[in-house]
């Protein structure tokens, strides 16, 4: 079995993404490492030389910056960066992990034998994580279905498989119709940092990106949140992000005075209704094979 680790950069370092531990985090249990890295003005590509591994490998691309915002094309200028990456991919399954996003250590030989367990199982098109988002510090994490709790992350590769946007992926039926994939859970989690990161990290990066995503620009300040969605993280983070992570002590403190949007609302009354009825009302981007 050949596993194929890839992601995509940009002005990494400048973003505050841990974009090293990131991919440090998969390359124990990947033959190789992809990464579709967009013109930096930055140490981005001398970081992730830096890491000397011979799996990593380096393809140099452009941004689309014309790419127009309108609501059925946000994200698509990531969705073509990800797929070049992903479409240079030579392993059985391709393993697709976010700047800001790690796995844990302990959970290395669990991913392994879950790709193992089901490489011969062609029904099976990519394997799911459950996702901790983690806010505001290390301490903290957003629970609310505003917050996708489960995702694929890895993709069978010898499907016709490319990422619409920047968020998912989806299989060609034909030539003109996308279907999400089948997918199987891996048992295991992706630790989510990237609102972790410094208000002027997260501000800037909104201010570089926003293009991609709307025609309008907001402004980042963590406090302004429904502090009814935010949890405390009792477990233990990557090794690899220990020394990344900002000290803190306990958790996180929304604004008391923020008035919570329309979407908060309703996430709201989301939370009420999966206690009550025990589901889970969270948007997912696969369809589960039992």
């Known amino acids: ?108 030989p669990v991913i392994r034998t879950a790709m193992k367990n089901n490489l011969e199982n062609k029904r099976i098109e990519a394997l799911v994580f459950d996702y901790i988002h983690f806010y505001g510090n290390r301490n903290t994490y957003a629970w609310s279905p505003a917050w996708y709790r489960t995702a694929p992350r890895i993709l069978r590769n010898n499907i016709p498989a490319w990422a619409p946007k920047g968020l998912f992926f989806t299989i060609m039926k034909n030539h003109k119709q996308g279907r999400y994939p089948r997918a199987a859970h891996t048992g295991a989690q992706i630790y989510h940092y990237g609102w972790v990161r410094s208000e002027n990290h997260m501000r800037l990066k909104t201010h570089q990106v926003h293009k991609y995503w709307s025609n309008n620009i907001r402004d980042v300040h963590y406090a302004d949140i429904d502090g009814k969605i935010l949890r405390e993280f009792k477990g233990k983070h990557p090794k690899l992000i220990q020394d990344w992570l900002p000290e803190a002590h306990g958790i996180f403190k929304a604004d008391l005075h923020h008035t919570l949007t329309n979407k908060e609302r309703k996430h709201r009354i989301a939370l009420v209704i999966e206690k009550i009825l025990r589901v889970d009302l969270s948007k997912k981007h696969y369809k589960l094979v039992k």
């Open 1 to 108: 079995m050949r596993v194929s680790g890839f992601t995509f950069l940009r002005n990494a370092h400048s973003l505050g993404y841990p974009f090293i531990q990131s991919i440090s985090s998969i390359l124990p249990i990947v033959d190789e490492f992809v990464i579709a890295l967009g013109p930096c003005t930055d140490e981005t590509e001398k970081m992730v030389r830096d890491i000397g591994s011979p799996k990593v490998r380096i393809i140099h691309t452009q941004w689309n910056e014309n790419m127009r915002t309108d609501v059925k094309l946000r994200g698509f200028a990531y969705g073509q960066q990800k797929s070049i990456a992903l479409f240079n991919c030579t392993g059985d399954w391709a393993f697709y992990l976010e700047a800001d996003e790690l796995i844990h250590e302990d959970a290395l």
